[in-house]
């Protein structure tokens, strides 16, 4: 049973531009809400997180926006640079439990 | 202070073997969390210890099983391996077991099950 969907599994953008991934969740128990980054043959990064009680996250080129009444999340790269391109992983949590239930992923290719 | 790692990277098995992946906890956590992240899909949970107790399971059967060390350091055993269990293998450290305590991957270990 996936509870957190990315409907798309690729995202091609031109350098400098923005890019949007999007993520969807089912379970409205989730609170917390990350994004995590991952390059072949290594293990996810850590990129942004956003609890439930904020709508709007920032940290440098990446801003995240959460819309609970949509159950649904965003992740903006503004500008995109080709560093970006990589496997970007939407996950969801519940407060004080442990697991992070992640979606299939996004492919972004930031093309020159 | 080192990150997460994990050994070994890559390993090839047969069907009804056992196997042992090991994990390092980054310096300070007191977590570790298992993934199994099959080809094209995201991580899913398998099981978390805290402080050497398992704090929670997802939805696998018993013969995932794991131990944690007093260093921290993490085991995870699979025992009569399925074709199915081919996967990549991800632990993740962190310095409590909530949802606010971000949690640090390992590169993985790819499993093939022959």
């Known amino acids: 049973d996936q509870q957190v969907k990315q409907n798309s599994p690729s995202l091609s953008v031109q350098e400098g531009r923005i890019s949007i991934l999007n993520c969807d969740y089912t379970?409205?128990?989730?609170?917390?809400f990350l994004w995590y980054k991952k390059y072949p043959a290594e293990g996810p990064t850590f990129l942004i997180s956003?609890?439930?009680?904020?709508d709007k996250n920032e940290d440098g080129r990446f801003t995240v926006f959460l819309n609970k009444s949509a159950k649904h999340l965003s992740l903006h790269i503004v500008p995109s640079q080709p560093g970006d391109s990589a496997v970007y992983f939407c996950?969801?949590?519940?407060?004080?439990?442990?697991?992070?239930?992640f979606g299939a992923g996004t492919t972004v290719t930031v093309r020159a | 202070e080192t990150g997460v790692t994990q050994s070994p990277t890559h390993l090839i098995k047969t069907r009804g073997q056992q196997v042992t992946l090991r994990c390092s906890s980054q310096?300070?956590?007191?977590?570790v969390s298992w993934y199994q992240q099959a080809l094209g899909q995201g991580p899913q949970f398998i099981f978390q210890?805290?402080?050497?107790?398992?704090?929670g399971r997802g939805n696998f059967p018993p013969r995932f099983s794991g131990l944690q060390f007093p260093n921290y350091s993490s085991e995870l055993n699979v025992n009569a391996l399925e074709l199915d269990d081919s996967a990549l293998y991800l632990c993740?450290?962190?310095?409590?077991?909530?949802?606010?305590?971000?949690?640090?991957f390992g590169p993985g270990t790819r499993l093939t099950v022959l």
């Open positions: 993740a450290s962190s310095r409590g077991g909530l949802a606010g305590d971000t949690q640090y």
């Open positions: 379970n409205s128990m989730f609170d917390y």
């Open positions: 210890y805290y402080r050497e107790e398992e704090n």
């Open positions: 996950a969801a949590s519940v407060a004080n439990d442990y697991k992070l239930s």
């Open positions: 310096s300070g956590h007191n977590t």
């Open positions: 956003i609890s439930s009680i904020k």
